[in-house]
Each structure stands twice: as structure tokens, then as C-alpha cells.
């Protein structure tokens, strides 16, 4: 079984971001919360991965939304790397869980890197886009210009967009679909351990409450932030990642969990950011 090394990258965070974004106001309602932004890194078979890119803070699109994002101290892809001793270059795939502008806009970082998408979550976003009725899904959430970036690395076939599920993406990694939820098909990297499985969920689910409930709450809390789905499509979602991690919440890594903090070992980085040693 291959064994891969995995590591949360945070490149930058919101410090009082609205708790009604994850929680629909079932869950402190009003109240704001420690939210970070992050990328994930696998390292193992004699290759590195990220899940998710990150954003370009050096593109005025991406950092004017950062900012209307309650967020502050963000970094590039790039720098974040470096942390870590690695650069951009050292990457060679990019799968990417969804098209928000937080997952899909540093592209332009990574000149040699292989992306993996699905097809339906880029020709749905393409079409939407099209249509100024739905412009409040991705005022905040998508940038327009990505799609032209999408379509830039597919002609230059370093695109691959996968249709639906599939497993052995890469040796141990296995690829589910989340439909029309927190969007049209987002991506769930799963990746066996002689441990048991960690499913890389990106935004499907925000935080643990998401998938644990509270003790006044003892239910599944789905996560609306910037749905464009059904939050039934949520909750079942949830009720197949609890099964895959054996209902153990610490193997579900999730992008913007601002929790994790004394859940797993982390060194704090020159840039004033965190690196999390989710499996070593």
C-alpha cells in the first residue's frame, strides 16, 4: 500500500470570519470564527502532489477578493512552498476539489505541473457564468477569469479533466465526486494508509461540527458557504465520509478547519502561517 506524507499548507486566514457561512445559523449564531485558507501536500511514490493551488496575491482579482474576505496576511503558493523547501517547479500534480477562487486561482504558479479536474465542475461553471441571473453564486466565491486559465492549460494538454469518480488516480489515491452541493462536482482526494483512509474534503465540509453535530445539536450540520447545491446533497455526502474514515473525524482534512490547531502537530513559518503534520 503506498504511504504518503500529508501536510496542511495555510496561505493566510479570517480571523473573524461569520459563523452563519458554515453553520446557516444553527451554531453560534452570530459569532465569528477563526477560518484559514489552505492547500494540502502529498509527498510519497517519488512525487509531489498538491490538493488545491491556492491564489495568485500578486493578481489584483484575487486579492481585492481575499480582502473583501474578512482575511488578512495571505500568500501565494509560491512562498508558501518555500516553507517547506520546495518551489513551484517541484510540483507535479495539482488536483483541484473545486473552482472557488481560494482552490483553483494560482494556476499561473505552477508552470510543470499536471491539474486534474472534473469536466462537469468546469463546463457547469462555464455555462453559469453565462447567465447574469445566477451573478450572486460567484460574486464573492468565483473568479471569471479562471475558466480562460482552465481552458489555457487544457490547449496546452496539461489538463485532465476526469469524468466522475476513480480510483488509483495515483498508487493509494482515489478520487469521489460530490455533486451539486458545495459545488457542481467537487472533488474528495481519499488516500489509504496502513492506517486507515484520510479524506481530503476541501470545502464539502468546513469544520468538525459539520460532521459531528454539537452536544445540543447531535445532527449532521451541513455547510452552505457559497452553495450552489441542496444541503440534502450535503448531508449525504457527509454520511459517506464519516463511513470511509471509520467515523474518525481526524482523518477528514478540511480546507478552511479552524480547529486544527492542537489537533495535530504544527509549526508556525516565517510567513506567520501554519504548517499541520496531518500524517507523517
Same mark, same amino acid.
Given at each position: 500500500m503506498a504511504n504518503y506524507r500529508i501536510r496542511v499548507l495555510e496561505l493566510g486566514c479570517a480571523e473573524h470570519f461569520p459563523t452563519d457561512f458554515s453553520f446557516d445559523g444553527y451554531y453560534l449564531p452570530g459569532e465569528t470564527m477563526w477560518s484559514p485558507f489552505s492547500m494540502t501536500l502529498l509527498q510519497g511514490e517519488g512525487k509531489n502532489i498538491l490538493v488545491d493551488c491556492g491564489f495568485d496575491m500578486s493578481n489584483p482579482v484575487k486579492a481585492g477578493i481575499y480582502e473583501a474576505s474578512f482575511a488578512s496576511n495571505g500568500h501565494g503558493p509560491g512562498e508558501v512552498l518555500e516553507t517547506v523547501g520546495?518551489?513551484?517547479?517541484?510540483?507535479?500534480?495539482? &488536483?483541484?476539489?473545486?473552482?472557488?477562487?481560494?482552490?483553483?486561482?494560482?494556476?499561473?504558479?505552477?508552470? %510543470?505541473?499536471?491539474?486534474?479536474?472534473?469536466?462537469?465542475?468546469?463546463?457547469?461553471?462555464?455555462? &453559469?457564468?453565462?447567465?447574469?441571473?445566477?451573478?450572486?453564486?460567484?460574486?464573492?466565491?468565483?473568479?471569471?477569469?479562471?475558466?480562460?486559465?482552465?481552458?489555457?492549460?487544457?490547449s496546452e494538454e496539461r489538463l485532465i479533466l476526469l469524468d466522475g469518480e476513480q480510483d488509483g488516480l495515483f498508487p493509494g489515491i482515489n478520487i469521489r465526486v460530490s455533486r451539486f452541493a458545495h459545488s457542481f462536482a467537487h472533488q474528495m482526494v481519499l488516500v489509504e494508509h496502513d492506517a486507515g483512509v484520510h479524506v481530503l474534503a476541501g470545502d464539502v465540509c468546513n469544520r468538525p461540527e459539520n460532521l459531528l453535530g454539537? %452536544?445540543?445539536?447531535?445532527?449532521?450540520?451541513?455547510?452552505? %458557504?457559497?452553495?450552489?447545491?441542496?444541503?440534502?446533497?450535503?448531508?449525504?455526502?457527509?454520511?459517506?465520509?464519516?463511513?470511509?474514515?471509520?467515523?474518525?473525524?481526524?482523518?477528514?482534512?478540511?480546507?478552511?478547519?479552524?480547529?486544527?490547531?492542537?489537533?495535530?502537530?504544527?509549526?508556525?513559518?516565517?510567513?506567520?502561517?501554519?504548517?499541520?503534520? &496531518?500524517?507523517?
Open positions: 520546495l518551489k513551484p517547479d517541484d510540483i507535479d500534480a495539482v &488536483i483541484v476539489t473545486h473552482l472557488h477562487w481560494d482552490h483553483a486561482g494560482g494556476t499561473a504558479c505552477f508552470p %510543470k505541473a499536471l491539474f486534474y479536474l472534473q469536466r462537469e465542475e468546469l463546463d457547469s461553471w462555464s455555462n &453559469i457564468v453565462k447567465d447574469p441571473a445566477y451573478t450572486a453564486l460567484f460574486l464573492r466565491s468565483f473568479d471569471t477569469n479562471d475558466i480562460a486559465a482552465f481552458r489555457e492549460l487544457e454539537t %452536544k445540543e445539536l447531535p445532527f449532521f450540520i451541513p455547510n452552505p %458557504k457559497f452553495a450552489v447545491g441542496a444541503p440534502v446533497n450535503a448531508v449525504q455526502d457527509y454520511m459517506r465520509i464519516m463511513k470511509w474514515v471509520d467515523s474518525d473525524v481526524d482523518r477528514v482534512v478540511m480546507a478552511h478547519d479552524g480547529t486544527r490547531n492542537g489537533r495535530y502537530p504544527e509549526t508556525k513559518t516565517g510567513l506567520g502561517l501554519s504548517v499541520y503534520e &496531518i500524517c507523517p
